[in-house]
């Protein structure tokens, strides 16, 4: 299965998508392990359209001062975050929140960890309005990037249109949705390659969908349920984060926060909505305690009492099963001038 | 017969419901109706044979709803058949007081509740034995005169399981939808030997099969095959499922997307051989309803017949009337539970 599907990416197709920094990608040829990318109303978008949307995602000039680009808290060299506990933005403002890994987010529901988005296309835009992140308006991007003579010779070739808004978002979403990862030990070993895992990771695999009750919510072939849950993070802080409720006005999603994938988590510390936790074994002790206490805790929490080796191997599960060799290891593009 | 006499003492009492048209007093028509209110979170409802009489479950116990018989009083007598159940707390906020969850008649005389008033592990499905009249007194929830379960920790479930809800009845087994261990997604099943249940014990771990969670409405379809609606996160709309799977195997014959948010009873019509199931739509109740579900080759379509508020489950009478228990929403300064059952006719269906 692992060489078979080598093989097709080196054969390449019809539909397959030379980006500008020599990485591949074809529709309908995702990673084993992984569903098929699903576009806006069936609308798959050309090679010229992710090569322009990878440009957008890695061009700091989409921010007021020219530091800050997509990929500067999405760093592909990070896991896709960034590595600290917070988003930091122009002007050295430091958000609230920890930057969200973009790996397979092309099958999420939501965007954003309160899932106030629904698409990429509307999650696009969003960094480059918040004033703490890249502080324009979209009226001052669209201008600054028509100035650019080469973006507005793409955005005639791609879209037959000057830059605007609804091209950037379009380019950027066609861009996050290659950014993909599959293939990994885990996927092997479903397909039949009992060596792709360790006899630890093994165990941990076994804890992960059994025992260790996280397959409750890292379900399915991107290890999340798309739901929103409540686990205690930041709960015993003297103002907790609200979460989800303050979109979904559920009580009951106090607190709560999306599910993220699983996917190359070993790459995209620290972890959780606040950068709280720094390290898997910080995550697998804050499961195992039960979480903190709160009233809207959800019930998946509860304490698990593992002993340090079956901690220690669900850790390895993850770090080593999750992990692909195929990792989207995107370099920056040249950018147009 | 006496299912008859229900119709038509449910048609001559209904008041016009709050809810799709049915409050377009301008039409003649057929109209969707409340038959009863004052409910207390009814979640499961089921007809007794040979009677015609509408068995609730709701928090304090389970009802039983049959024709008036004391001269000048209109409407539905009711009684309560078992009661004294704990009560459980579903859900962060809202917050539901929830008792006894599912009901289905094994036979005439007895009925089984799948029980969701006490915490995961500790849950049970009680079969009761009842007569064709009211009980002079309610029977007390401990009364059964069979008890399957509890399912405690252990290697079928990590925490236990609970929120027994959904009962379909095969010739020869008795499944029930359970939300216990989120990594399983149960449908236990009790086999039957002689008309007696045994064991109850996992059958279907669903969320193996489709990864996603929550097992909830089933029902049996003509073939014989288990039909499972599959509620998914509560707080994520429109990601139920409808599976259908071998009722001797336990194996998954085909999972199909709806388009629904929260799947919480499934029935088919006597008269059409339709399906159709209740959306709660937790997330986005405005939303919610009955709707008949179509398959054509790999598709589900799902049809709104009509909205309902927070309705939870579902039953033909034998002329393919649907009966529905919904939560409903209770009025400020109201000192009546919101919950009710609502008639759709059959020629609205």
Known sequence: MHRAWFAARLVGGMLSVLLFTGQSFSWGDEPPGLPKVVHPNGDVPSAKQIALGKQLYFDPRLSRDNTISCASCHDPKKGFSNGETFATGVRNQVGGRNSPTVINTAFQRFQFWDGRAGTLEEQALGPIQNPIEMDMTLEEVVKRLNGIPGYRQQFQDVFGTD?????????????????????????????????????????????????????????????TDNGFHNIGIGMDAKEPDPGRVAISKLGGDTGAFKTPTLREIARSGPYMHDGSLKTLSDVVAHYNRGGIANPWLDEEMFEMKLTELEQADLVKFLEEGLSSSTYPNHTPPELPQ | ?????????????????????????????????????????????????????????????????????????????????????????????????????????LDVEHIIVADGSRKDAEELVRVYKVGTTSAEKPAKEDSAVYTLGPITAGDTSAKGE?????????????????????????????????????????????????????PCGITVSSSGDLVVGQMGEVNVAGDSLLLIYDAKTGKLKKSYETGLSDITGMAYSPATGKLYATDFSWAATENGGLFELTISGDKCEARKVCELDKPTAIVFDDKGNALITAFGTAEEGSKTKPGHIVRVPKKLL
Not at chain 2, 4 to 32: F, S, Y
Request: aromatic share 8%; proline share 5%.
């Open chain 2, 1 to 105: 017969m006496k299912a008859l006499k229900v119709l038509a003492l449910t048609l001559a009492v209904g008041a016009v419901a709050n809810i799709g048209r049915a409050d377009d007093k301008a039409n003649p028509g057929p109209q969707i109706r409340t038959i009863v209110r004052n409910l207390d979170n009814p979640s499961g409802i089921a007809i007794q044979p040979e009677t015609g009489h509408i068995f609730v479950s709701e928090h304090r116990g389970v009802l039983r709803l049959s024709p008036q018989t004391e001269e000048g009083k209109k409407g539905l007598a009711r009684a309560f058949e078992v009661n004294r159940y704990p009560t459980d707390i579903y859900g962060k906020g809202p917050m539901y007081d929830v008792g006894p969850l599912g009901v289905a008649f």
């Open chain 1, 163 to 223: 830059v605007n808004s609804e091209g950037i978002a379009k380019a950027i979403a066609a861009y996050e949705r290659t950014v993909l990862s599959g293939n990994a030990p885990y996927d092997q070993f479903q397909a039949g390659d009992k060596s792709a895992l360790s006899e630890s990771a093994q165990r941990g695999m076994k804890l992960f969908f059994g025992r260790a009750n996280c397959s409750a919510c890292h379900a399915g072939q991107n290890f």
């Open chain 2, 162 to 214: 609970g929120n027994f809800y959904g009962i379909a009845i095969t010739n020869n087994a008795i499944h029930i939808t359970s939300n216990g261990d989120d990594t399983k997604g149960w449908v236990l099943r009790s086999q039957l030997k002689d008309g007696k249940p045994g064991e109850l014990e996992g059958f279907i771990a669903t969320k193996q099969d489709v990864q996603t969670d929550a």
